[in-house]
């Protein structure tokens, strides 16, 4: 590139016969000269440097326009990470939803569960009863005393296992009052989470649909910003965006890339400074400009 610039410098001021002498003794043809002269250099450079911009658009211009189009872009793309997220918060919700419904049934299958208990444990102690009833009508009826004293084990035994019966059941009902006011409350719980998960869904609803309003305005705004912006910088801003993801544009901090936070040359520094032409990071590719 330097040598083809170098070259074309050259051939203008050999055909230049005021080569030498002052602007002012060199009249019109020195100027015609030095103005076909600036031209070629612009084009020169324009193909042969793509830092610099085209002629009609100032590199403050063009960083100002990338740097605008890249601020809308990001704005796009929180909006589109945010439309993106809301299936996977409505999936969270209802699982927390259905979380809360399996609780209420195991509360309320647990409280099912010891009323059964209480019933079988009165039945059983009807049961035992009803062979003591037996056992005492037998007792009239037996003719020696080892029948009789036979009888009274039952009976004792029988009467002890109705004790013991009777105490668990007592247990048990007590339990079943704790189970039943923990099933009461999940079933309100599940009621009002239901109530709330049905308004943080049509909430939801409401924001997924103000941001695809908001998105479709952009859209509509980026193609006015970029009808006016520089087609070869555009293409490159947004293959370098595609290749980093976050900031194709961004700022010398401190002497360093404010991408990849490298540090830079002086002269690429330098460069950026006075905004001649626009540089670019040689590790990560972003461009960079001075603030």
Known sequence: MAAASGAAVAAVFVADPFVGKPESER???FRGALFCFRRLD?????????????????????MDQLIRIQEHDRRAARLRRERDSIPQRRAQVQAALADLGQAREEAE??????????????????????RIRRFQAQQFEVKSNDDYRALVREIEEHERRVRELEDRELEQMEENEVLRARADARKKAL??????????EAAMDLRAARIEEELEALEAERREMVASADPDWLHRYERILDHVGDFAVVP?????????????????VHDAKRAESISSCAFCGRLLYWR
């Open 191 to 200: 009621t009002e989470d239901e109530a709330a998960v049905r308004e943080e």
């Open 252 to 268: 010398i901090e401190n002497g360093t890339c404010g991408g990849c936070h490298m540090k830079l040359p002086p002269q690429v």
């Open 27 to 29: 009249g019109a043809p």
């Open 109 to 130: 299958q647990a409280w099912k569960s010891g009323v059964a208990e209480a019933h079988r444990l009165d039945l059983e102690v009807e049961g035992l009863r009803e």
């Open 42 to 62: 612009d084009r020169l450079l324009r193909a042969y440097d793509p830092g610099v911009a085209r002629r009609g658009a100032p590199v403050s211009q063009t």
